[in-house]
């Protein structure tokens, strides 16, 4: 009867799923309606195999294909009454949330247990000694203000279009956050901290475009998320708006990474610390890979991009 | 340093001839391989480096005849052996074009372990020059080598003779921690006198706010060749495969 061809009644459909790699039948759902997603599937199995849930779930028509997204839906899927789907263990997930706020908040602790000379760091003379020099000061508050503006700007303005990522690369990414800020920290708290060759002037003009450079990264910030409705994932061009800060959209794909780089810059120029340098060229690094990523899905999305901008660098990368 | 001795089972350099131990990227992939021209350079290529490590193996015997004793062989083949292993960076440009189908990141690891030692320790640290440990890694260098690039050669050639590939896939057994042994001696016989002369270290204070201290560094490197036990019977374990695959091959011929 649940294949009755009434008029008005779809046919309901049946899903058995496979591993990729041994091809042994791991589940089989019976009476499945035809206009489910993949992620309505992803929910029915995990109740037979609770180990895996939802977001560990990789799904897909071939056992070496692409995974297909949870909002496919199976009847447009080119699948017979019994559709065979491939499933393969993504490993154990964590939130991009997660991930950010530890990422961040470590800094943010970090550099001040330097900032304050906790002891043990520098020499038992210096335990809880206060720098002289105005622009140690001013370079915490801006470390600072820098990654809470992170912490905030992941509690509160980020829309993710995924929900995890892989376990390990919390290790990883905190791995290279805490590390870069510990090893740049100790130097700029350093007792024997040489203040820069230029001096107030130097951290003054530094100073200036650090905070345009911030300005700069949370307008983008903001801009992001206003392209997308809460809840949706419509992928739309971004283009400037009425804050002069977004008018680098004219020139590149990625502005928010062109003004995180100008940030750094601007820090290592106020600080004159070689280790800030160094964190800014690996930073530029892999923000230059997401940039080129980004703006090449753009461009095959999109056939009207604007041929003008660049990924990165205005004009340049 | 760490990855250095393990150049035996690993790293294609042209040619795909038998499949790799650890190195080696994934040739799941079917890549149409180097064109023509990129194979005649890999060829020549191949050729200069077996023949640059003959040199400097042919250099070793004779210093030894001559002197009568195996110390201090180090300033004999100096030359030659800075220069080949120099050499070797060009591997890295290889796989960056594409006409030899290893990872980049893994290629530059293995020769820039190699450059390190010959360059930042060997010749920075002049003291070391005389010591036994130098001697054990470079015949386990040089004799590994010269296999290694006539394995390429023959390959490209598609014409690899089984004892070259036996002897590639059998002779790190012995040379890979011989080479590790007399690698990590070295580094170790060059802590005190980096320490005495400060070499290559920066101390606050100083305008740019940095410091750097090749002791410690040194110890850290010494630290990375923790993994290679490791590393080493992952590779006697791949040459059991490919040794036997070889061998049913010969069967049905």
Redesign the interface.
């Given at each position: 009867k649940a294949l009755s061809s009434a008029p008005g009644t779809a046919q309901q459909l049946q899903v058995e799923i496979l591993d990729a790699k041994t091809r042994e039948k791991l589940c089989f759902l019976d009476k499945v309606e035809p206009h489910a997603t993949i992620a309505e599937i992803k929910n029915l199995f995990t109740k037979s195999h609770p180990q895996w849930y939802p977001t560990r779930q990789s799904l897909r028509l071939d056992p070496k294909g692409k995974s297909l997204k949870d909002e496919d839906v199976l009847q447009k899927l080119p699948v017979g009454t019994t559709a065979t789907l491939y499933f393969r263990d993504l490993g154990a997930q964590i939130s991009w949330v997660t991930v950010f706020l530890t990422e961040y908040t470590g800094p943010l602790f970090i550099y001040l247990l330097f900032y304050f000379r906790v002891p043990f760091i520098y020499g038992h003379k210096y335990d809880f000694t206060s720098s002289r020099h105005t622009v140690v000061h001013l370079a915490c508050i801006c470390h600072s203000f820098h990654y809470i503006k992170r912490l905030l700007e992941t509690l509160f303005v980020h829309r993710f279009s995924h929900g995890t990522m892989p376990l390990r690369n919390i290790f990883k990414n905190c791995t290279y956050y805490w590390g870069f800020a510990a090893w740049m920290a100790y130097?700029?708290n350093?007792p024997?901290?040489?203040p820069p060759?230029y001096g107030a002037q130097q951290v003054k003009l530094a100073l200036a475009i650090f905070v345009i450079c911030q300005l700069g990264n949370f307008s983008i910030h903001m801009a992001l998320r206003d392209l997308r409705p809460a809840g949706s994932k419509t992928r739309k061009i971004p283009y400037p708006t009425k804050n002069p800060f977004t008018w680098l959209f004219l020139l590149v794909s990625c502005p928010n990474y062109t003004y995180e780089l100008g940030s750094w810059i601007s820090f290592a120029l106020m600080?004159?610390?070689?280790?800030v340098a160094l964190f800014s060229l690996v930073g530029f690094t892999q923000m230059t890979i997401w940039a080129k990523g980004k703006h090449r899905s753009y461009l095959k999305e999109f056939r009207d991009y604007p041929p003008l901008r660049m990924p990165i660098i205005p004009f340049l990368l | 340093m760490a990855v250095a001795a393990a150049t035996a089972a690993s790293r294609g350099n042209g040619g795909g001839g038998g499949r790799a131990g650890a190195g080696e990227a994934s040739g799941a992939r079917k890549k149409k391989g180097p064109g023509p021209l990129a194979t005649a350079y890999l060829v020549i290529y191949n050729v200069v480096m077996t023949a640059g490590w003959l040199v400097i193996a042919v250099g070793l015997v004779r210093a030894y005849l001559a002197k009568g004793s195996y110390h201090s062989l180090y300033y004999s083949i100096e030359k030659p052996l800075k220069f080949f292993q120099t050499g070797a960076l060009l591997e890295i440009l290889h796989c960056a074009i594409g006409i030899v189908p290893s990872s980049v990141v893994l290629t530059s690891f293995q020769v820039m372990s190699r450059v390190f030692l010959i360059w930042a320790v060997t010749h920075s640290v002049k003291e070391v020059q005389s010591e036994d440990s130098v001697l054990l890694f470079v015949i386990a260098w040089t004799i590994t080598e010269i296999i290694r690039y006539s394995f390429y050669t023959f390959s490209l050639l598609n014409h690899l003779p089984y004892l070259i590939k036996w002897a590639r896939y059998t002779l790190f057994i012995v040379l890979y921690p011989m080479g590790v042994s007399g690698e990590l001696l070295t580094i170790y016989a060059a802590l005190p006198f980096v320490r005495q002369a400060g070499l290559y270290s920066i101390s606050l204070p100083n305008k740019y706010n940095f410091s750097f201290d090749y002791y410690a560094f040194l110890i850290l490197i010494m630290i990375s060749y923790i993994p290679l036990p490791q590393l080493y019977f992952h590779m006697i374990h791949q040459r059991r495969k490919v040794l036997s695959h070889t061998e049913e091959h010969k069967k049905f011929e």
């Amino acid at each position: 009867k649940a294949l009755s061809s009434a008029p008005g009644t779809a046919q309901q459909l049946q899903v058995e799923i496979l591993d990729a790699k041994t091809r042994e039948k791991l589940c089989f759902l019976d009476k499945v309606e035809p206009h489910a997603t993949i992620a309505e599937i992803k929910n029915l199995f995990t109740k037979s195999h609770p180990q895996w849930y939802p977001t560990r779930q990789s799904l897909r028509l071939d056992p070496k294909g692409k995974s297909l997204k949870d909002e496919d839906v199976l009847q447009k899927l080119p699948v017979g009454t019994t559709a065979t789907l491939y499933f393969r263990d993504l490993g154990a997930q964590i939130s991009w949330v997660t991930v950010f706020l530890t990422e961040y908040t470590g800094p943010l602790f970090i550099y001040l247990l330097f900032y304050f000379r906790v002891p043990f760091i520098y020499g038992h003379k210096y335990d809880f000694t206060s720098s002289r020099h105005t622009v140690v000061h001013l370079a915490c508050i801006c470390h600072s203000f820098h990654y809470i503006k992170r912490l905030l700007e992941t509690l509160f303005v980020h829309r993710f279009s995924h929900g995890t990522m892989p376990l390990r690369n919390i290790f990883k990414n905190c791995t290279y956050y805490w590390g870069f800020a510990a090893w740049m920290a100790y130097y700029i708290n350093h007792p024997l901290y040489t203040p820069p060759t230029y001096g107030a002037q130097q951290v003054k003009l530094a100073l200036a475009i650090f905070v345009i450079c911030q300005l700069g990264n949370f307008s983008i910030h903001m801009a992001l998320r206003d392209l997308r409705p809460a809840g949706s994932k419509t992928r739309k061009i971004p283009y400037p708006t009425k804050n002069p800060f977004t008018w680098l959209f004219l020139l590149v794909s990625c502005p928010n990474y062109t003004y995180e780089l100008g940030s750094w810059i601007s820090f290592a120029l106020m600080t004159q610390c070689l280790p800030v340098a160094l964190f800014s060229l690996v930073g530029f690094t892999q923000m230059t890979i997401w940039a080129k990523g980004k703006h090449r899905s753009y461009l095959k999305e999109f056939r009207d991009y604007p041929p003008l901008r660049m990924p990165i660098i205005p004009f340049l990368l | 340093m760490a990855v250095a001795a393990a150049t035996a089972a690993s790293r294609g350099n042209g040619g795909g001839g038998g499949r790799a131990g650890a190195g080696e990227a994934s040739g799941a992939r079917k890549k149409k391989g180097p064109g023509p021209l990129a194979t005649a350079y890999l060829v020549i290529y191949n050729v200069v480096m077996t023949a640059g490590w003959l040199v400097i193996a042919v250099g070793l015997v004779r210093a030894y005849l001559a002197k009568g004793s195996y110390h201090s062989l180090y300033y004999s083949i100096e030359k030659p052996l800075k220069f080949f292993q120099t050499g070797a960076l060009l591997e890295i440009l290889h796989c960056a074009i594409g006409i030899v189908p290893s990872s980049v990141v893994l290629t530059s690891f293995q020769v820039m372990s190699r450059v390190f030692l010959i360059w930042a320790v060997t010749h920075s640290v002049k003291e070391v020059q005389s010591e036994d440990s130098v001697l054990l890694f470079v015949i386990a260098w040089t004799i590994t080598e010269i296999i290694r690039y006539s394995f390429y050669t023959f390959s490209l050639l598609n014409h690899l003779p089984y004892l070259i590939k036996w002897a590639r896939y059998t002779l790190f057994i012995v040379l890979y921690p011989m080479g590790v042994s007399g690698e990590l001696l070295t580094i170790y016989a060059a802590l005190p006198f980096v320490r005495q002369a400060g070499l290559y270290s920066i101390s606050l204070p100083n305008k740019y706010n940095f410091s750097f201290d090749y002791y410690a560094f040194l110890i850290l490197i010494m630290i990375s060749y923790i993994p290679l036990p490791q590393l080493y019977f992952h590779m006697i374990h791949q040459r059991r495969k490919v040794l036997s695959h070889t061998e049913e091959h010969k069967k049905f011929e």
